[in-house]
């Protein structure tokens, strides 16, 4: 089994790694490729992340929800996808569980997430 993580450790992607560290709670937005026909465009998902799921990076996947027109939207990203160009972290959001799904069947202000306070805003302040 523990060769089995050395190759695919090997094989991993440097582009993950480039990535911002990011966990349930924060806000993010995740520029992607499109294909339609022959042309690509880039589009980008803003929302909160959910859920990070797997262990090893080709597994690995995060889910992001956000409401659009007052709709819910969930997408679902491998971190190994090459039609990620990149992640741009917003918000580090300040949350108690790993896979907030309650988020679902909140609305308004109850579906906000506190922002988490930053270790440069309290040095500043003293």
Request: aromatic content about 8%; cysteine-free; glycine content about 6%.
């Amino acid at each position: 089994m523990d060769l089995i993580k050395v190759v695919a450790q090997e094989f991993a992607n440097e582009k993950v790694a480039s990535y911002p560290k990011f966990k349930a709670g924060d806000t993010i937005t995740v520029t992607y490729r499109i294909k339609e026909g022959d042309k690509e465009r880039l589009q980008k998902f803003r929302g909160t992340v959910i859920q990070l799921r797997g262990s090893s990076p080709a597994t690995k996947t995060f889910t992001i929800r956000k409401v659009a027109s007052g709709v819910g939207v969930e997408r679902i990203f491998p971190f190994e996808s090459p039609f990620i160009e990149s992640i741009e972290l917003n918000k580090s959001g300040k949350v108690r569980r790993a896979r907030i799904f309650y988020l679902r069947d909140l609305a308004g202000k109850k579906a906000r997430i506190k922002e988490k306070k930053s270790a440069l805003l309290k040095s500043e302040n003293e």
